[in-house]
Structures are given as structure tokens and as C-alpha cells.
């Protein structure tokens, strides 16, 4: 057999780019709550409260399709964190470390969960105790400031990641945490006013989940940013140069 030795060649990987990856995402999230809120408004027995319609596919209405989606969109990102900062990318910068990704993980990871779970429901009787009548949606009292300790760690967190995967990190939590609190506080006021059952409290919560479907997505696509490119790749070449 013809000796070989090793070389560096060029081994291009073909992956698809960030761009046309996040306009899918969204575009599955985009049809998801659209159903959703054309099968409430539409009034069709299908998906009154109750039938397999509204069980299904309200984006209201806990562990069903839309449920499923923004908890894996969550799994998978904490799961490409975890990837990323265990193989130590050329591509990272410098000043990047597994530690950053690691942590990352885990709080996309905790993020999924709470989708899957809804942990948070749980903390409704505790923020009635501590502050009684203060949101209509009382688990806000302790949901705000946590979001609050969250944006500022994954701030700290995120300033040791590359550039692009930075930005899509923090755009996604930014976005995720617009819905999760800024516009989960809007349903709490229009609920205090008897109005959450009114086409403007249906959309503000269609509104909502859209909005954590959407950052779930950007904070999914975090740990390929650069993986789209083509790499230079060691690999075996014959001696003579002919692979």
C-alpha cells in the first residue's frame, strides 16, 4: 500500500448559515401561535377550552405542541453550549472559555425546564405572601428580580464568548425575557381590569409566546455561530501529495 503521512488539507464543511437556520426557527414559531390564535378567534368547536384543538396547540395551555417547541429550541441550545465549550473551537476568541459555555448551558437548561415544567407557577402562592395584591400574576414579585439576576449573569457570562455567539446570546435573552416578564406583566394588568379574556389579552399572550419562542431560537443558534464557515482541517494525505 502507498505510504501516508499526515497533512494539512483543506476539508470543507458544509453547514448551513445562521441566517436562513433562524428565518426556519421563526418561521415555526411564527405558525405555531398563529394557529393558536386563528383557532381561538375563529371560534371553531375544535378548539374551545377543553377540546383537542385548544389542548393541543393553545399557546396558553401548558405541556402541549408549543410547549414542546420552546423547551427543545432551550434543550438544544444548552445542549450546543455544552458541545462548544467541551471541544474548545479554534474559532473561539481568545479570551473565551469553557467555563463561560459551560455556564451558559446550564442556565438554558434551567430555562427549558421551567418551559416543561412550569416551575415558575409555583412561585404564585409565595409572591401572594410577600406582597399581597401587588400583581394579578403574583409569582411576578419573585419572577422579576430573578429575571433581573439572570440578564445580569448571562451579561457577566457572556462577555468571554465570541462576538457573534455574544450578540445572539443576549438578543435572545432579551427578547425571551420581553415576553416571559415585560408582556406576562401586561397579562397580569389586563387581568386585574378583567380584560385577559378580550381579543387584546389574547393577543398580548399570543404576543408573549411568540416573543419566548423567538429568543429561544436566537439563544439555540448561539454555539454554531462560526461553525458555518469553511474550516482547514488536518487529515491524512498519501506521501507525493495525491490524496
Same mark, same amino acid.
Given at each position: 500500500?502507498?505510504?501516508?503521512?499526515?497533512r494539512c488539507g483543506?476539508?470543507?464543511?458544509? =453547514?448551513p448559515?445562521?441566517p436562513?437556520?433562524?428565518v *426556519?426557527?421563526a418561521?415555526v414559531?411564527v405558525?405555531?401561535t $398563529?394557529?393558536s390564535y386563528l383557532?381561538?378567534? #375563529?371560534?371553531?368547536?375544535?378548539?374551545?377550552?377543553? *377540546?383537542?384543538?385548544h389542548?393541543l396547540v393553545?399557546?396558553?395551555?401548558?405541556a402541549? %405542541?408549543p410547549?414542546?417547541?420552546?423547551? +427543545?429550541?432551550l434543550?438544544?441550545g444548552a445542549?450546543g453550549?455544552l458541545a462548544r465549550g467541551?471541544?474548545r473551537?479554534p474559532?473561539?476568541s481568545p479570551?473565551? +472559555?469553557?467555563?463561560?459555555?459551560?455556564a451558559c448551558?446550564?442556565g438554558?437548561?434551567?430555562l #427549558?425546564?421551567d418551559e416543561?415544567?412550569?416551575?415558575?407557577?409555583?412561585?404564585?402562592?409565595a409572591?401572594d405572601?410577600?406582597?399581597?395584591?401587588a400583581?394579578a400574576f #403574583?409569582w411576578?414579585? %419573585?419572577? %422579576?428580580p430573578?429575571?433581573?439576576a439572570?440578564?445580569a449573569g448571562a451579561v457577566l457570562v457572556?462577555r468571554?464568548?465570541?462576538?457573534?455567539?455574544?450578540?445572539?446570546?443576549?438578543?435572545?435573552?432579551? =427578547?425571551?425575557l %420581553?415576553?416571559a =416578564?415585560?408582556? *406576562?406583566w401586561?397579562?397580569? *394588568?389586563l387581568?386585574a381590569?378583567?380584560?385577559?379574556g378580550?381579543r387584546?389579552?389574547v $393577543?398580548?399572550y399570543h404576543?408573549?409566546?411568540l416573543?419566548?419562542?423567538l429568543?429561544?431560537?436566537l439563544?439555540?443558534? #448561539?454555539p454554531?455561530s462560526?461553525?458555518?464557515?469553511?474550516?482547514n482541517?488536518?487529515?491524512?494525505t498519501?506521501?507525493g501529495?495525491?490524496p
Amino acid at each position: 500500500p502507498m505510504p501516508v503521512e499526515p497533512r494539512c488539507g483543506t476539508l470543507t464543511v458544509p =453547514v448551513p448559515r445562521l441566517p436562513h437556520l433562524l428565518v *426556519e426557527l421563526a418561521a415555526v414559531s411564527v405558525a405555531l401561535t $398563529a394557529l393558536s390564535y386563528l383557532g381561538l378567534v #375563529s371560534g371553531h368547536p375544535l378548539f374551545v377550552s377543553g *377540546e383537542a384543538g385548544h389542548r393541543l396547540v393553545d399557546v396558553g395551555t401548558e405541556a402541549n %405542541i408549543p410547549t414542546w417547541w420552546s423547551a +427543545t429550541l432551550l434543550s438544544l441550545g444548552a445542549a450546543g453550549c455544552l458541545a462548544r465549550g467541551a471541544r474548545r473551537d479554534p474559532l473561539d476568541s481568545p479570551g473565551s +472559555t469553557g467555563f463561560a459555555w459551560f455556564a451558559c448551558a446550564a442556565g438554558l437548561a434551567a430555562l #427549558s425546564l421551567d418551559e416543561l415544567a412550569s416551575i415558575h407557577e409555583l412561585l404564585f402562592v409565595a409572591g401572594d405572601r410577600l406582597a399581597p395584591g401587588a400583581f394579578a400574576f #403574583s409569582w411576578l414579585v %419573585i419572577g %422579576i428580580p430573578l429575571a433581573l439576576a439572570l440578564a445580569a449573569g448571562a451579561v457577566l457570562v457572556a462577555r468571554r464568548l465570541p462576538r457573534r455567539a455574544r450578540a445572539l446570546l443576549l438578543g435572545g435573552l432579551a =427578547v425571551f425575557l %420581553i415576553g416571559a =416578564v415585560g408582556l *406576562e406583566w401586561l397579562g397580569s *394588568e389586563l387581568t386585574a381590569r378583567d380584560a385577559y379574556g378580550t381579543r387584546l389579552g389574547v $393577543a398580548a399572550y399570543h404576543l408573549e409566546e411568540l416573543a419566548e419562542m423567538l429568543g429561544a431560537a436566537l439563544m439555540c443558534l #448561539s454555539p454554531l455561530s462560526g461553525s458555518e464557515r469553511a474550516r482547514n482541517v488536518a487529515h491524512p494525505t498519501p506521501a507525493g501529495g495525491v490524496p
